[in-house]
């Protein structure tokens, strides 16, 4: 340890005059090093300074880390394109340029299509489904083997709870009203719908409502009832649908694996608590704003569930895309079965447990 | 602040020496002066040592308090029955002969039958649901406000999880079935089951095998799969009915309140996040346990579903328990406005977006 670095440490645990006033310093032997010595982090998000929910989330987490280490370890974030482009985080992550990042695991499908899983899956997984067989299924085993490839150690960093099917200029009473329709739909999602005759578009956010509105697509998925009214997208369509392909997405706090392991325990520790409390808050958080959007929704809104056919098909064209993947890549497979070993466990108890009652319930 | 007191926190902080060779120390303007000083809490449970996962969850908070704070916050867990009996554990935090306690808020009804809506209601909000109300819809505001009057501040501390109906020696086929039935069953749901024509009797945990084996009680309840199969339910019944009375059972944290007003920020933001991480985890940890359990029972187990005709009965028994509570209390009144209030927000949300995929996806 070199001199300057532990009179930061003394400096900032047990005040400025002792060590001033103190010659021998460097001999002592340190109970808890890492406490005092402060460390300065650099996340990068791809979500826009304090963007509600996924935005304030990583702003507390950066502050509960604060907090929680007296001070000694602070995180710095940068909302997206101050530092690093939004979906650069992960390479910049990566090649050690900056310390880690906050975004939705949705978007490294190109890196490998087996991190597509880690994010949710079309008419899978529950946000608490997907946590469970991440901690304790298998999941956060296989998720940082591939990360490590990257140099990336990934910690769960929020979920979105269910997330809606989206917004639709027109009814779509059977899966002919599908065919040639423009649909901003990204991920997994997208493939099924193409497989059902829509044309998938990708658009940069601050263009979807502009092109609903104006009938260049006929429909976008987005996130729920309180982001998507933010958007506007009740002022550009009437057919709200039920949501089908994102019923728990994961975002995730990702850290330079290397930079991970040169943190103390302590600081590790206090990186998981803090995205662990931002991950249940985020749900909390999304249950009760979507439920207050919901309520508040205009008139003209109408709330809609695809018809039986859509699902029967939606599954099969699923089965496709899931067999396809498995065998374009080995990773993807293997994720894909764990995903599924899990799923066997948990379908019986889930239908028992969580659907019965929520049937029973009314 | 005392020197030897001074003396401690230098030591934990920044090591031995540099204190003993320094003799302008008690001059030090200290910058984080709590999180040098020791702080030990003893902290009370009502479940026996290393519960399965009720008590090591509690096991595993007091170690990531200690990991967070680097040690500077030592929290010994004494299962039930070791400083004080399991359920004199609220009376002795409150006056402050033990510090905090970790149990279930369902115990406390006889304090102030509001305190039972914090625990859970049957045919109520789920965990996730709870949680919401009590963090996001002004829940806690009530809670904390109602056990500041017992000198106590409560921090939830775990869920279970949808809970199961309970285990019967006879099915249930009507609501004639259950009249003059001898069932081990507590809180609202016994009373409930009160109306029904039912017999609730209450048994300490160590009795209830052996009187339901002998025929002595005709059914019980406990909690799920994991716990209930560890009981040994499963050799003396064969009807395993699915949930309705206990769908998110909610556990505490509690603290005295002039204890916690003393921790310093950095200890209580400490407590706080590794109380919401052992929350979030017992609930994933009930879910692939029960999940696993399910899958293992013997096959005389039948699993079953009350008939429709007993959820139209329990929804009217229940609501004449509540106009009945809130007759006679006017903090069980006021409480449960704030619970109905947050319902009528959720419950369009909850329908459209959990149970409706839920149904979708089969």
Not at 124 to 134: P, Q, Y
Not at 153 to 162: F, K, L, R, S, V
Not at 298 to 311: A, D, R, S
Request: glycine share 10%; charged share 25%.
């Amino acid at each position: 340890m070199k001199r300057r670095e532990f009179l930061t440490a003394a400096t900032l645990t047990a005040g400025a005059a002792i060590v001033s006033g103190c010659q021998r310093a460097e001999e002592g032997k340190s109970v808890n090093v890492n406490k005092g010595k402060k460390v300065k982090l650099k996340l990068a998000t791809s979500w826009p300074a304090h963007f509600p929910i996924m935005g304030t989330g990583v702003d507390s987490f950066a502050a509960r880390c604060g907090e929680l280490s007296g001070g000694s370890l602070e995180i710095k974030v940068y909302p997206k394109n101050i530092l690093v482009p939004a979906l650069q985080v992960f390479d910049a992550t990566s090649a050690a340029q900056i310390d880690m990042f906050h975004s939705g695991v949705y978007y490294w499908k190109g890196k490998n299509s087996a991190f597509s899983i880690f994010g949710g899956m079309p008419l899978g997984f529950t946000s608490e489904e997907m946590i469970t067989w991440i901690k304790y299924g298998g999941g956060y085993e296989l998720w940082r083997e591939l990360y490590a490839k990257f140099n990336l150690y990934p910690i769960i960093g929020g979920t979105t709870g269910p997330q809606m099917g989206g917004w639709f200029k027109k009814e779509i009473k059977s899966l002919e009203d599908l065919k040639g329709l423009k649909m901003r739909i990204p991920g997994l999602g997208g493939e099924v719908m193409q497989r059902l005759g829509v044309n998938p578009v990708l658009l940069p956010a601050g263009e979807i409502f502009t092109a609903l509105d104006r009938g260049t697509i006929d429909a976008t998925e987005w996130v729920g009832p309180y982001l998507d009214k933010m958007m506007g997208f009740d002022k550009a369509a009437n057919y709200y649908y039920t949501g089908w392909h994102e019923p728990g997405s994961i975002l995730e706090i990702t850290l330079n694996k290397q930079r991970w392991e040169k943190l103390s325990k302590e600081h590790q520790a206090i990186i998981t608590a803090a995205s662990d409390e931002m991950t249940s808050n985020m749900l909390y958080e999304f249950r009760i704003r979507n439920a207050e959007a919901l309520r508040d929704l205009p008139k003209n809104v109408e709330i809609k569930t695809f018809p039986p056919e859509f699902f029967d098909a939606a599954k099969k064209a699923l089965a496709e895309v899931i067999a396809t993947e498995s065998a374009n890549s080995a990773d993807f497979k293997r994720v894909y079965e764990s995903y599924e070993k899990f799923n066997r466990i948990n379908a019986p108890w889930d239908a028992i447990s969580t659907k019965n009652f929520l049937e029973i319930r009314g």
